[in-house]
């Protein structure tokens, strides 16, 4: 349901499912499951769940709607899309998806075969896509951790990440704790106490948004100590004495009074990471929400390629890709095209040719919706995304559907997104699908599968909605069936769609030190410390330090007014974003939007435990109710993302009430390689309600 990986078991009795509990056999989750996965039935056969495809019967944003047949609602959708195309061409059909659901390659493909270079997510320039390019750039591939062999990690870098909550892409929390029962140390970067931080050998509590700071001090303290791997170094890395003399300034004295970290301490982390071996890097989408994005990831690539723990048992490996790639169909779209999308001209790592999974750049595409330039988007389907929830500046993205002339929303639940649309069609939950999938993403050591056993109301998986559509809309290619596109993928291993199911799963045995045969997958075929290719695409090729626009140093009057440092969106460990507000059992774990603060900061402002405050940046405010907390900086304050109240009246459910991205930035700068805007280290005040 998360794309974290889990195995489940599932019960049930006369076609109903009674029961869903954790998989003792799964390679990946080994029977573990947390809240949210145990809570699946009261997702599934929530009452909430919407059951037929809808159409408003009022103005737009109405919120009045009445059942139309799947029949209908699909040829109304496709006549409206080809008048849009003819009138305004393909790339005025936007498509939008959300994090990396069971549908997410398929999306993408459904846009290319529709011949629009435009689709978007509020990922991509924000989430994954920017950790996966920087590893790309500078080693070839996807670093993971190895938790699955003998040997475990010794050392584990943690670095604006939380994984004991969020088990992410399949790289799953539960084997991060067997790796610490095992003895492995931890550092811990995070401005917040995390679960991760509070059990750490050492936690290193920064400002938001100045990790490359930390990272460079990092680096010149293994450099000048000699820590690095020398071997590992002249054989393997190509631009080491770039990197030396970019960091020649970046002491840790330089970076104490910029990350809040005292030199000593910085050091130790230094000292520690480099000579416990093997170490490996656990980097998280705090790393990406920024400006700096690809700097700070780069940095921290570079820094863990100097211990040369790679590819090698317990350091950070390269996956297997077990599961040949999904067939996007990029390769159909045409070279002008591409130079279309929205995003292309400026962001080449997100949205050109180079980028690895290009997408259109969502604020540019939202623009584009009220304005018409650089061109006119007039449609926009949504595949499982709650744009008004997760992407920065709500208002905006409102300004924007309301602007269009055809909002498709597939969803499991009446969002307030979905409450925009003109048509909405019911999605299937998790348990309703069938799926293949190898994890950890993008290194797919194993190998998945979904199969569906249940059926609400006349609800569809993602993927049958599409090929339903591009069937309806006579496109020359991606009307093939699911089940033969799947079948192809496992074609390496040798089985097919059935046969996995009855397999469940399968393993792909790791090779390690794979690059001594065949070099690394770069231009240079070595690690590159010094990128290649960003120097090629006109980007810094060596890390860098900047301090973020909006921020206490680079605009100290802003900082009088807006007093505290805002970073937002720490995943909770019962909701998915803006998912699970509707299901019971989770709902009682977190009631209402906790806000944390520290004491001496609460008491400064009259605030008490439990109290609502309101909370606002330059772009607006929210009320969240406080949570105090030591394990935050006096001087820093977080807000969780997601929230709207389904409970609520229609068609707003409580949307602006306490929605963190009231408070975020979706302006430029953006980073100049991903595009990505300003989710957290943010300027923000706070006060009592009255
Ligand atoms: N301020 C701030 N904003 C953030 C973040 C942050 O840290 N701070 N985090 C960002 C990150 S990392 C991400 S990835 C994005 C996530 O952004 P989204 O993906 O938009 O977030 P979700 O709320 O998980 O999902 C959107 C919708 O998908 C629906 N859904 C679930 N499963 C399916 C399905 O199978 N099919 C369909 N059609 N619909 C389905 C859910 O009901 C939900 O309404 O948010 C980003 N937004
Ligand atoms: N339960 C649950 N699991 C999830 C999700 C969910 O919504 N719920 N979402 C999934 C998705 S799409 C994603 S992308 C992953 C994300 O999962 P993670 O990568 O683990 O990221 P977050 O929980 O967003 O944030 C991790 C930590 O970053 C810290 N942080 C905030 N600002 C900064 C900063 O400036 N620098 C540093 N160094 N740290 C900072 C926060 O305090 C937090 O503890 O989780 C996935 N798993
Ligand atoms: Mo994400």
Partial sequence: MCHGGCGVLVHTQDGRMTRVEGDPDSPLSKGDLCAKGLASLQHVYNPARIQHPLIRTGERGEGKWKNISWDEALDAIAAKINKIREEYGNEAIAIGQGTGRHHFAFTIRFANALGTPNWCAPGQAQCFLPRVTASKLTFGDLIVCDYYGKTKPACILVWGHNPVHTNPDGEM????????????????????????????????????????????????????????????????????????????????????????????????????????????????????????????????????????????????????????HFPTGYDRLAPEVHDRRLGADRFKLLSGREALVPSAHAPTVFRAMITGEPYPVKAFLIFGNNALLTYANPREVRQALLALDLLVVTDLYMTPTAEMADIVLPAASWLEVNLVRGYPLRAENVVLVQQKIAQVGEARQDQEIMIDLARR??????????????????????????????????????????????????????VELYSSVLDRLGYDPLPAYAELPESPVSEPELYKEYPLILTTGTKSPVFFHSEGRQIPYLREIEADPLVDINPETAEKYGIEEGNWIWIETLRGKIRQKARLTNGIDPRVIHTPHGWWFPEQSSPDHGLWQSNANMLTRSGPPYDPAMGTCQLRALLCKIYAEE
């Fill in 173 to 324: 929390g539960f084997r991060f704790l067997d790796a610490l029962k095992s003895g492995s140390k931890v550092i811990t970067v995070d401005p917040r106490l995390s679960e991760t931080a509070a059990i750490s050998d050492l936690w290193l509590q920064i400002r938001p948004g100045t990790d490359a700071a930390l990272a460079l001090s990092m680096i010149k303290v293994i450099i000048d100590e000699n820590l690095y791997d020398h071997r590992f170094v002249s054989s393997w890395t190509v631009g080491f004495e770039e990197l030396r003399e970019r960091v020649r300034n970046c002491t840790p004295q330089w970076a104490e009074p910029i990350t809040w970290i005292p030199a000593g301490k910085i050091v130790q982390a230094a000292r520690m990471f480099a000579t416990t071996k093997p170490a490996c890097l656990e980097w998280g989408v705090a790393l990406e929400q920024t400006p700096n994005c690809l700097q700070n990831l780069r940095a921290l690539a570079v820094l863990t390629a100097l211990t040369g723990d790679i590819d090698i048992p317990g350091g950070n490996i390269f996956g297997m890709h077990a599961l040949l």
């Fill in 473 to 526: 809309l006579e496109l020359p290619w991606g009307t093939e069936s699911l089940e033969a596109i799947m079948n192809d993928q496992l074609d390496p291993l040798g089985v097919d769609f059935e046969q996995m199911k009855e397999k469940g799963f399968v393993s792909v045995p790791q090779k390690y030190l794979k690059y001594q045969d065949s070099g690394f997958a770069t231009p240079s075929g070595k």
